[in-house]
């Protein structure tokens, strides 16, 4: 699917993609790197992104699982835009306190829809779904702002993820050529 907002590819590339060598949550080494914190703390971009993951939500969604840290201002924005209620997803369970994973409702027997922020090998979002659907929680689908995975590979077909991305890398790419040439 292709974004509705024609000028958000443009303007995300221009905002977020640096160049230098960097490594990846997955530990893949990058020579470019798409730092989505420069469009989460943009209020305009932030809410541009937020309205193009609304009409990406499969029906039936009953929360939205912001995974820590980067999904979680895009799933608070999103919840706010279409009333439903997010969920904080944490890389581990706290330690402390009331020691859970997932701040929020209970997830049990509820349709979470995964917000996150970049996917390229899908690591954390895998992680996240597996501890949602051990707590049970039906996780079907994780919405993106970017998916930077190889056009036409499902990097979470592991665990029977449908991902959803705003934007794929090869339509950042094709931006970023249009703005050069």
Do not use: H, W
């Not at 499969?58 to 929360?63: D, H, I, R, V």
């Not at 999103?78 to 330690?95: C, D, Y």
Request: hydrophobic share 45%; charged share 25%; with cysteine.
């Amino acid at each position: 699917m292709t974004a509705t907002d024609p000028t958000l590819a443009a303007d995300i590339d221009a905002c977020c993609r640096l160049t230098g060598e960097f490594t990846l949550r997955s530990g893949q080494q990058a020579s470019e790197y798409f730092d989505k914190y420069l469009f989460e703390s943009d209020p305009l971009l932030l809410g541009r992104v937020a309205r193009e993951m609304a009409q990406l939500l499969p029906a039936g969604t009953e929360l939205l699982g912001g995974l820590e840290l980067g999904g979680i201002p895009l799933a608070t924005t999103l919840s706010n835009l279409v009333g439903l209620p997010a969920l904080f997803v944490r890389k581990q369970a706290k330690t402390y306190g009331t020691c859970k994973l997932a701040e929020g409702a209970d997830v049990a027997g509820r349709r979470v829809t995964l917000v996150e922020d970049v996917i390229t090998t899908g690591g954390a979002v895998r992680d996240a779904t597996r501890a949602l659907r051990d707590a049970g929680a039906v996780v079907e689908v994780v919405v993106c702002a970017i998916d930077r995975s190889p056009e036409g590979e499902n990097p979470l077909s592991d665990v029977g993820l449908e991902v959803r991305p705003v934007l794929t890398k090869v339509q950042l790419d094709a931006a970023r050529a249009l703005n050069a040439g």
